[in-house]
């Protein structure tokens, strides 16, 4: 299994390429699609999925794009008021193959109502997680916001305190995936690195302390 991390410095957004057994997946894509299609062909890999972890407001999703490129199936977590009309509904506790990985599906609302996590687990090497794509549920250094939801403040940050007790209990060895990075509107107290483990945010991410 190979995970390759493509950043979009202007918006510190992190998209990433996973590939495992000849298939790929990406992770919440930006428009500019040609760049996971080299990376995949180079990699000898077809992309089959598509996962977005939440709706993104700060960029143009690349998924509706790749689907039609690519054939691949899009995912995305519940959203009832709005639905994402180029993708699957995809819920908690689903599980999706991409080569030898198997991806489950966390939902993680707070920081939007239809955030979702997509743990991986890596048949070739155990039956545990070994990292999930947190969207922006959990950063580098810092949570997610919850104020795009004025009306139910409350309700959205407690939503997220349970999401980040999901994450939490993977296990200190999960690598943290994350969509955004230092310098990104999501989140004031990102640090500057592009990866992080659940232990080391549980240890100094002051967000979880």
């Not at 062909?41 to 077809?46: K, V």
């Not at 966390?106 to 794509?133: C, K, M, N």
């Amino acid at each position: 299994m190979r995970v390759e991390t493509i950043h979009s410095p202007g918006l510190s957004h992190m998209s990433y390429l996973l590939v495992s057994g000849g298939k790929a997946a990406v992770i919440d894509p930006r428009r500019d699609v040609d760049v996971y299609l080299t990376l995949a062909a180079e990699r000898g890999a077809r992309i089959t999925h598509v996962f977005e972890t939440h709706r993104n407001e700060d960029l143009i999703s690349g998924a509706p794009i790749l689907a039609a490129r690519t054939g691949a199936k899009v995912l995305h977590g519940p959203n009832p008021a709005a639905p994402i009309r180029y993708a699957e509904t995809t819920r908690e506790g689903e599980l999706h193959r991409v080569g030898e990985v198997v991806i489950r599906v966390l939902e993680t609302p707070g920081h939007t109502e239809d955030s979702v996590s997509y743990v991986v687990i890596d048949e070739a090497t155990g039956d545990g997680p070994i990292g999930v794509f947190t969207g922006d549920a959990l950063f580098v250094g810092d949570v997610g916001r919850t104020d795009f939801y004025p009306d139910k403040p409350r309700e959205m940050a407690g939503a997220l305190y349970d999401s980040l007790q999901k994450l939490l209990a993977l296990g200190d060895q999960a690598v943290v995936w994350p969509a955004h990075g230092a310098g990104s509107v999501c989140g004031a107290g990102m640090a500057d690195r592009l990866f992080s483990t659940i232990g080391y945010e549980r240890r100094f991410n002051p967000r979880l302390s």
